[in-house]
């Protein structure tokens, strides 16, 4: 078994290298076309009418003895978080260059993350038969931009016509010296073996050599062709079949796995697709994931370009799996009743950025609110990232994005698939705030001011740049109930995703210093009495107005999303564009003739990209990704509060208890 995904910057023929696999290979009859939408991977009319591919998609087929579960993956940075999911569950990847555009921003920022997770890869670059490919100048900028230790696999003939070709070097004493000079790089004993004795270096040497550090994602080795004409696409079969390591796991071992990614069935129950590491699941078997449990009542493994219904599922393999309605992308599953095994690649996110952007959703009709409000629910449990935010208080609902093509769909998808028409406000920046101190707040209970019967006191101070919310206690264990404890760090997490500016508030350690409630009281008759007894609702609406006290004397610094950018453009135009790249709070770092590196805010790409080509007479190309958070300059931007606004405490208690 092999998991093996395909990645790709937009447009550099991802799908219809998925497509030719499978048609190569046997599965299908005859591959499927992106301009026709005919393809097997894109099976959302949204995708088919683009021409792009906004879902992962799995199929499956076999080459040499080797079944494979090939994952097709959206190209367009703004759907990089389907991209991000599918990185826990892969085994191998190929990475799909365009011979004509070369290596693009997104090629790097995908490769950056593939040799940090280890996940071995192959290079296909891919159109050769386009007009104005450039095979030979595309693996120089992968040996410049991506990784020295790139392998040509064999030699381009023809490039840019319809009869390009790609032959295998096969033994080529060309092939063997570069070959030799990658691996001995990074293998101390090759190397000692060439130099005392070359004759010892046999080719099945080399060959078992070039497997292990592939399988190491040391080394990659490079394949050229054409999706279309199919020119290459029997090597890199064999490439796939020779190079890439077998997905591992024992399916006799204590089942785990790994949910990946959430769709909707035909009468729209919830199906997990589920990457299984160890053990076996079978149809009945209850599940643990996190605090939930379901119970699985379907199987469905891919199979020879389709999906088969089955009554287990061995490890190694993905699943689809019915009978679970309250799993989540991310969770990790496993038999209920057992400990859980720690999977080979837990489903934690972080690999890209997070959205930048945010922006309001508004019905057409009015009426429309509270189906919107569920729609975007649903759409929020496939793509966890688009973070649905209700403010009850203008009744309204906002998303987070990454871009204005993620816009558009989101708009499109309410449109087919649940008959909603829908407007956006002005995109706006996602900000955060981090402490700019210390500060700490108490109350206790039975003494005014505090209403509530609880005791509570926090202290917040800096964290760590990216550790997000840490929770400690000061404390001792027992002084509180579990429950209530468990409920004073829910209610921190919760109330920090609005700090004293609106913004989540990261980056910083909350304390619980003071801590204390009344134990159930009862009257003679046995009857439960509220008023003289602590409730979980006594800390849970206590806790805003402490942590907001705490935060209001430490302060917060308001940051905003910086992106770090490479922009080539004609030499003379230098002069001209740096003016326009410091009005729009660009800092250039480096510049060379033709050449401008540095950080521009996130806010501000757009309008750059807009821009660009009237700047650069068309020949200007942009890079751009996320970095870093830098402190905001100029105004502080607000964002309206969407909970009872701990901060007013008149206006929190009149919500909250009805009272002041």
Known sequence: MLNLGILAHVDAGKTSLTERLLYAAGAIDEAGSVDEGTTRTDVLALERRRGITIKSAVVSFTVGGTTVNLIDTPGHPDFIAEVERVLNVLDGAVLVVSAVEGVQAQTRVL??????????TLIFVNKIDRRGARPGEVLAELAAKISPAVVPMGATANPGTAGAAFTPFDGAPAFTDR?????????????????????????????????????????????????????GVEALMAGIDELLPAAPGDPDGPPSGTVFKVGRGPAGEKVAYVRMFEGTLRVRDRLRFGERTGRITGISVFDSGTDERRQEVPAGRIARVWGLPDVRIGDSVHLAGHPCPVPRRDG????????????????????????????????????????????????????????????????????????????????TTICVERPSGIGAAYELIGKEPNPFLATVGLRVEPGPPGSGVEFRLEVELGSLPYAFMRTVEETVRET???????????????????SGYWARQSHSGGVFDKSMSSTAGDFRNLVPLVLMAALRQAGTTVYEPMHRFRLDLPPDLLSSVLPVLTRLGAVPRTRHAGLVEGEIPAARVHELERRLPGLTRGEGVLESAFSHYEPVRGPIPERPRTDHNPLDRKEYLLHVVRRV
Request: charge should be negative; glycine fraction near 6%.
């Open 496 to 514: 920090l995703k609005q700090g004293l500016h609106g913004w989540e508030v990261l980056d910083c350690v909350v304390t619980l210093t003071h």
């Open 348 to 427: 934690e996110s972080g690999y890209f950025a997070p959205p930048a952007l945010e922006t309001v959703v508004v019905p057409r009709r009015p009426q429309d609110r509270a189906a919107l409000h569920l729609a975007l629910a649903q759409l929020a449990e496939q793509d966890p990232l688009i973070a649905v935010r209700q403010d009850d208080v203008r009744q309204e609902v906002s998303v987070s994005l990454y871009g204005e093509v993620q816009k558009e769909v989101v708009r499109d998808t309410l449109a087919e698939e649940y008959g909603l028409e829908v407007t956006f406000r002005e995109t």
């Open 179 to 231: 070959l030799l000079d990658v691996l001995t790089r990074r293998d101390d004993a090759l190397l000692a073996a060439y130099v005392t004795d070359e004759g010892s270096i046999t080719p099945g040497r080399l060959r078992a050599e070039l497997r292990a550090q592939t399988a190491q994602a040391v080394v990659h080795p490079v394949f050229s062709g054409s999706a279309i004409t199919g020119a």
């Open 111 to 120: 490769m950056r993350t593939l040799r940090r997770l280890g996940i071995p």
